[in-house]
């Protein structure tokens, strides 16, 4: 099945970020950079949700909850890799616990954090692309079992 996509709900996981992104997230969300104007959201449940963003280096600890998660949200779905930890390229990648970060996501927003000014350009361009049917969803969507 493919879908053009009209709206982006994602389930956000803090796999062993250092809340540096969450404040960009929580500031992605506010009234003043809006993302649920462009039909972006954050929702509390993975299955109601399109995509799972990941925070972090995804840590030993958490990469069990990454992948329960991704499991838990329906098909057709994405992975969001959000800061440069969760790209495996941050200042915790070669920590002891560290997972190395999302493998295969099929978007990246770099940064540390990425900030708002440059997250929301990244998203809503993605959005526009998938919008507009130059891609379906189904093709930078595989439904893999594994999100890290
Ligand atoms: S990318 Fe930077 S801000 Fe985000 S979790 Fe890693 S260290 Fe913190």
Not at 79 to 107: M, P, T
Request: proline share 7%.
């Amino acid at each position: 099945m493919s879908k053009s996509i009209r709206a982006l709900h994602i389930r956000h996981v803090d796999a062993g970020s250092c809340n540096g992104c969450e404040q960009e997230l929580t500031a992605l969300t506010s009234g003043y950079y809006d993302i649920q104007r462009h039909g972006i959201d954050l929702v509390a449940s993975p299955r109601h949700a399109d995509a799972l963003l990941v925070t972090g280096p995804v840590t030993d600890t958490m990469a069990l909850a990454v992948k329960k998660v991704w499991e838990a949200i329906p098909s057709p779905k994405l992975r969001i890799a959000f800061g440069d930890c969760a790209l495996g390229c941050g200042v915790f990648q070669n920590g002891y616990a560290s997972e190395g970060g999302v493998k295969e996501a099929d978007l990246e927003i770099p940064g540390c954090p990425p900030e708002p000014e440059m997250a929301l350009p990244i998203l809503r361009d993605w959005m526009r692309t998938h919008r507009s049917g130059q891609k379906a969803y189904s093709e930078i969507a595989p439904d893999s079992q594994s999100a890290v």
